[in-house]
């Protein structure tokens, strides 16, 4: 579901920093913010906005995605984000 923390048990492997967020009941909270795009620039924009907004020590990672096809003739992108981060 959309906005729904993720929950990282002490020891395990992701992210490997697992221990340091905040705890609820001795479980690290994180979520995740996905961006969707049409143009590479409009993502690069959202997702620096979004990471402004992060304190030091919140951003655990970035993950990047490129999608290409073709409708009637128009070849069309689709470029994605997901940011994970400690709450």
Do not use: W
Not at 58 to 79: H, N, T
């Amino acid at each position: 579901m959309p906005g729904q923390p993720l929950f990282c048990r002490a020891g395990q492997d992701f992210p490997s920093s697992c221990g340091k967020g905040k705890r609820k009941r001795g479980i690290a909270m994180y979520k995740v913010k996905v961006f969707d795009k049409e143009h590479e620039k409009d993502l690069e924009a959202a997702v620096n906005d979004f990471l402004a907004r992060l304190k030091d020590g919140q951003l655990i990672d970035v993950k990047y995605s490129v999608a290409a096809m073709e409708s009637e003739g128009e070849q069309i992108y689709c470029f994605s984000a997901m940011v994970i981060y400690r709450t």
